[in-house]
């Protein structure tokens, strides 16, 4: 089932956030029990990355720290961590050289999302007493500007699926793969333009989950939740077309139940599957930089554009936040209001 993957993932993410711990001050350990019950585990993990280029910074830039080893930096050490300090600590990371001499940048949405890392971190600490000065919390996040959302007009959607299906196109090299991959791959982004599932939980997705009786899937949610996805005729044509090849696969120990598998017989990585993507997308619509998300962000488009049904949209694609999928379709109700602006009619056409 979907909730082995799930498993599978917070043994591999808690392995991982424990060895990055290893770098940290020992209290660190205190703030990631603290918060255990409302992140998720890689959440967590990805805290203590930030949580660890922000002490790097200190002791290699600011003056009163440098030369001191990370482990040594104590809290007291962090309440005097002024607010000029910070800021200069986000300016730092537009570009840096990492310690190997690698070129780093973050944009403006990555310099917030690394402040929000300490802010959460100070407010664990000032909430137990063990600080007093909230710096990161008077520090202004980084302006966010939002992208032009990009999504695929229902005649690239058949062209993309033509492509996927025919292989037309691909290079020979391509082709060859293409020849052992279509079934997988036209039931792939099927799922995406039919269903709205996200990378994660498409890889997810065991054999066991989908129960073809009822044209449904079990999957594990962005948050940890567990729930169903309904598909149509077209995705469950295309499922049952990959899954007679693929119950004729024998998988790699350990990958026995996943339903999308590599040529290497192993469970398809969100990488693989964006590079898939990336590759059909590229001949389909080649002026278009199109990923997974987009075609998640098609099929909520095509959706809305069928219901005028902003909160079935949004249960489907399961935000939690109907304010969530407003901002992502707001121009779709623009396009509506505008459609209702001309069908009413004050004075009939002499």
Do not use: W
């Not at 299906?165 to 791959?185: I, N, V």
């Not at 948050?223 to 004729?248: S, T």
């Not at 109907?322 to 396009?335: F, I």
């Amino acid at each position: 089932m979907a909730t082995d993957y799930a498993g599978a993932q917070y043994k591999e993410y808690t392995q991982m956030l424990r060895e990055r711990m290893k770098e940290l001050p020992q209290y660190c350990a205190e703030f990631f029990r603290g918060i255990e019950n409302e992140t998720l585990v890689r959440t967590r993990f990805a805290y203590a990355g930030d949580l660890l280029l922000f002490f790097k910074y200190l002791t290699g830039e600011v003056e009163r720290f440098k030369g001191r080893g990370i482990p040594s930096l104590t809290l007291s050490d962090l309440d005097g961590v002024t607010v000029t300090e910070i800021e200069m600590y986000l300016e730092y990371i537009s570009l840096y050289a990492d310690e190997n001499e690698r070129e780093k940048t973050n944009s403006e949405r990555a310099k917030a999302r690394k402040l929000s890392a300490i802010r959460s971190f100070y407010k664990y600490f000032i909430k137990k007493e063990k600080l007093q000065r909230n710096s990161p919390a008077l520090v202004d996040l980084p302006t966010i500007r939002e992208k032009a959302i990009i999504r695929l007009e229902p005649d690239e959607v058949a062209n993309l699926l033509d492509i996927v299906e025919s292989g037309a196109g691909l290079s020979e090299r391509q082709k060859e793969y293409h020849q052992l991959t279509r079934r997988r791959d036209v039931a792939i982004l099927t799922l995406f333009l039919g269903t709205g599932i996200r990378i994660s939980e498409l890889v997810g997705i065991d054999m066991d989950d989908i129960n073809f009786s009822a044209n449904e899937f079990s999957i594990i949610r962005k948050g940890g939740d567990q729930d169903i996805l309904v598909f149509g005729d077209e995705a469950r044509a295309a499922l049952l077309d990959y899954m007679l090849e693929r119950e004729g696969v024998r998988a790699l120990p350990g990958h026995e139940n996943a339903l999308f598998l590599s040529l290497q017989k192993k469970r398809l990585t969100v990488r693989a599957v964006e590079n898939l993507v990336k590759k059909y997308a590229q001949i389909a619509v080649p002026l278009k930089k199109i990923s997974p998300h987009k075609l998640r962000s098609t099929y909520g488009t095509m959706l809305y554009r069928e219901t005028g049904d902003i909160y079935l949209v949004a249960d489907v694609l399961g935000h939690k936040d109907v304010n969530t999928t407003r901002k992502h379709y707001a121009a779709v109700s623009e396009d509506r209001r505008r459609l209702a602006a001309k069908v009413v009619k004050l004075k009939k056409d002499e």
